[in-house]
C-alpha cells in the first residue's frame, strides 16, 4: 500500500543552523513530491515541491532533493529563522493515471528554532 | 487565503449525533481530498472525489461518508460520531493535470464531540 516515512518527528536547532528533514515512500510510480508547512492551528501550506525527473530544487533558503532510486527525499532548511518553527509535512502523490491522484502525508516534525 | 473555504470552522456536538461538514473547492479545482487530524497527529487521508465521482479512499470509517456535488463542493457525513473522532478535518483541492499538482488546503473544521 502507499506509504510515506518520515524522520525525525522533532527537531531542534540553534538560529541560522541548517535543518534537515528526510521522508521515504513506498510506491515507486509516486511522481510529485510536495513539502507544507503548518503553522500552529492554522492550514497546512505548500513551501516547495518536486516532481520524479528533477533530482533538485532549490527556492530561496529552502530546497528538496529527490533519490527515486532509493525512493527518499528531503527537506534542507538553511540559516533558520524563529519564524521556520512549525510542523513540516512532506507528501508523495500516488497517481492512478489521467488527472486523478492521492496525496498521503508524512506523519510530520516538528521545528523548534531556538533564537 | 486559499480559495478552498469549509464550513463550519467549530462544530461541538454530542456522541452518538451526526454532523456534516462542507467544502467549496478553488474555482476550477475538480480534486477534493478530506483529511483527519486528530491532536499531535498527522494529516490522515479519508476520501478523494474527482468531479464528483469517489476515486480513492483511504483509512475512512464506514460511519462516515463523503460526496461531490455538480457544482463540486463537497460534504463529509459523520454520524454515530463517538469522541475519539474529535479532530481538525481538513478539505484540500487541486487542479486536474498529469503526475500531481499542488493541493490547496481549506482553514478546517474542528469538530469536538462531548
Known amino acids: 500500500g502507499e506509504n510515506v516515512e518520515q524522520h525525525p518527528s522533532t527537531l531542534s536547532v540553534q538560529e541560522g543552523d541548517s535543518a534537515v528533514i528526510k521522508c521515504t515512500y513506498s510506491?515507486?510510480?509516486?511522481?510529485?513530491f510536495p513539502w507544507y508547512k503548518q503553522e500552529l492551528g492554522k492550514r497546512p501550506q505548500l513551501i516547495i515541491d518536486?516532481?520524479?525527473?528533477?533530482g533538485e530544487k532549490k527556492d530561496q533558503r529552502i530546497a528538496v532533493t529527490l533519490n527515486k532510486t532509493a525512493k527518499h527525499f528531503s527537506l534542507h532548511i538553511t540559516e533558520t529563522q524563529p519564524e521556520d518553527s512549525a510542523v513540516y509535512f512532506c507528501?508523495?502523490?500516488?497517481?492512478?493515471?489521467?488527472?486523478?491522484?492521492?496525496?498521503?502525508f508524512g506523519t510530520g516534525t516538528l521545528l523548534a528554532v531556538q533564537p | 487565503d486559499s480559495g478552498v473555504t469549509q464550513t463550519p470552522k467549530h462544530l461541538i456536538t454530542a456522541t452518538g449525533q451526526r454532523v456534516t461538514l462542507r467544502c467549496s473547492p478553488r474555482?476550477?479545482?475538480?480534486?477534493v481530498y478530506w483529511y483527519q487530524q486528530s491532536l499531535d497527529q498527522g494529516l490522515q487521508f479519508l476520501i478523494q472525489?474527482?468531479?464528483?465521482?469517489?476515486?480513492a479512499k483511504g483509512n475512512i470509517l464506514e460511519r462516515f461518508s463523503a460526496q461531490q456535488f455538480p457544482d463540486l463542493h463537497s460534504e463529509l457525513n459523520l454520524s454515530s460520531l463517538e469522541l475519539g473522532d474529535s479532530a481538525l478535518y481538513f478539505c484540500?483541492?487541486?487542479?486536474?493535470?498529469?503526475?500531481?499538482?499542488?493541493?490547496?488546503f481549506g482553514q478546517g473544521t474542528r469538530l469536538t464531540v462531548v
Open positions: 484540500a483541492s487541486s487542479v486536474t493535470g498529469q503526475g500531481g499538482t499542488e493541493a490547496f
Open positions: 510506491d515507486s510510480a509516486s511522481n510529485y
Open positions: 518536486i516532481r520524479s525527473n528533477v
Open positions: 507528501a508523495a502523490t500516488f497517481s492512478y493515471g489521467g488527472a486523478t491522484n492521492k496525496l498521503i
Open positions: 474555482s476550477g479545482d475538480l480534486s
Open positions: 472525489y474527482y468531479n464528483g465521482e469517489e476515486r
